[in-house]
C-alpha cells in the first residue's frame, strides 16, 4: 500500500489552516508503509468517519450521493508493534509558544484515558517550531488533569516530549522513541 | 457511545444476501458497547474505507456529493484487552456443510498473518448454523495453507472452533474465549 505522497509534498508552502497538518499527514503514512514492508510493525491510519446519508445504485455497484464528516472519537492511527497496541494522533501547530488543547476532543481525552488504563501504548505526535515531538499520552492526561490552561506552552513541550528526528527511510521513526520508553531494559 | 441496534433487530427474519451478517454485526456491536462501559475492552468497528469523489461546500461545512465503497484490507473491528492488541472480523454464512474462504480477501489473509507475527491476537467470529464460532488466526492460515479447497468443511468447524455462547449482556461473550485460550494459567 503505497500512498500518493509526493503529489502533497508538492503543496507544501501553500500553508493554509485548512491544509494544517497535512504534510505531517503524509510523512506518517509512509513512515508506516515503511514499518509495514520492513515487517517492523503493522500500524494503519483510521478511515475518517462519514455518516451516509443518501446511497443511489449504478451499474450494480453502490455509489454515496450524500454524506458529510463525523467527528473522530478515537485517534488516527493504530496499530501493533512488538506485540504492544499502539494508538496515536499527528497534530501541527503554527503557534511557536504554545500547543492548544483544542486540536483534542474530550471524547480523544476520555479514549486516551481508556488505553493507558488497559496497558495500550498512546501518544501525539506534535509538529511545532518546524520539530518533531512525541508527547506521552500519560503526559498528556497528567497535564490536563494538573491545568486549566487550554494550552500547552512550548516550555513544557521540550522539557517533557521526545525529539523525534526526520530521516530518509523512516520519514520519522517514531517507533525508536517507542523502543526507548517501553522496551529499554533498565 | 449507544447503537441503534433493536431497529436493526426488528428485521431479523428479512434475510436476503444483502442483509446477510447485519444481525451478527448489531450483536457485536452491542458486545463491544457493553465491554466499553464496563471498562473490560476497548474495541471498535472500523469505519468502512471510503473513496470520497466530489465535496461540496454547505453552510461552512464539507458534504460528500460523490463517494464508494472501498474493498477493505484488514478486518472489521480492532481494540485493546488486557494489554493484548486485539482484530477481528465476523462473518456469517447460511451454508450449512461448509465456510466459504471467498469470505475473507487475500488482502485480508496477508493482514491476518502480519498480525501473528507481530503478537497480536486475530480471529474469525463465525456465524453458521445458527452458532457462533471463534475461528483462532493461527488455525485459518494453517488451513489455507494445506488446502487447496475454497471453503472450510462445517466438520473442521466444529472440531477446532470455540463456541462463543449467546447471552443477555454482553450478547456474544467473545472476550471469554480469548480468557481461556491467552490467559489461563496451565
Redesign the interface.
Known amino acids: ?1 503505497f500512498y500518493p505522497n509526493n503529489i502533497k509534498k508538492q503543496y507544501k508552502r501553500n500553508i493554509s489552516h485548512k491544509n494544517r497538518g497535512m504534510d505531517l499527514e503524509s510523512i506518517i503514512n509512509t513512515t508506516n508503509s515503511y514499518y ?1 514492508h520492513e ?1 517492523k ?2 500500524i ?1 491510519k ?5 455518516g451516509v446519508v443518501d446511497v443511489n445504485y449504478e451499474k450494480g ?9 463525523k467527528m473522530p ?2 485517534l488516527d492511527y ?8 499502539i ?1 496515536f494522533d499527528a497534530k501541527e501547530t503554527l503557534n511557536k509558544t504554545s500547543f492548544p488543547l483544542s486540536n483534542i476532543h474530550p471524547h480523544q481525552l476520555e ?1 486516551i484515558k ?2 493507558l ?4 501504548i498512546v501518544f501525539l505526535i506534535i509538529k511545532m517550531n518546524n520539530l518533531y515531538y512525541y508527547l506521552k499520552g500519560e503526559d498528556l492526561t497528567e497535564f490536563v488533569n494538573l491545568n486549566k490552561r487550554k494550552s500547552i506552552p512550548y516550555s513544557y513541550v521540550k522539557e517533557k516530549c521526545y525529539n523525534i528526528k526526520e530521516s530518509i527511510n523512516p520519514n520519522l521513526d517514531y517507533l525508536k522513541i517507542i523502543d526507548k520508553i517501553y522496551f529499554t531494559e533498565e
Open positions: 500500500m509495514l515487517n510493525a503493522v494503519y483510521k478511515t475518517t468517519p462519514i455497484s453502490k455509489i454515496i450521493k450524500k454524506a458529510y464528516f472519537s478515537t493504530n496499530g501493533l508493534y512488538r506485540s504492544k497496541y494508538e479514549h481508556n488505553i488504563i488497559h496497558g495500550g
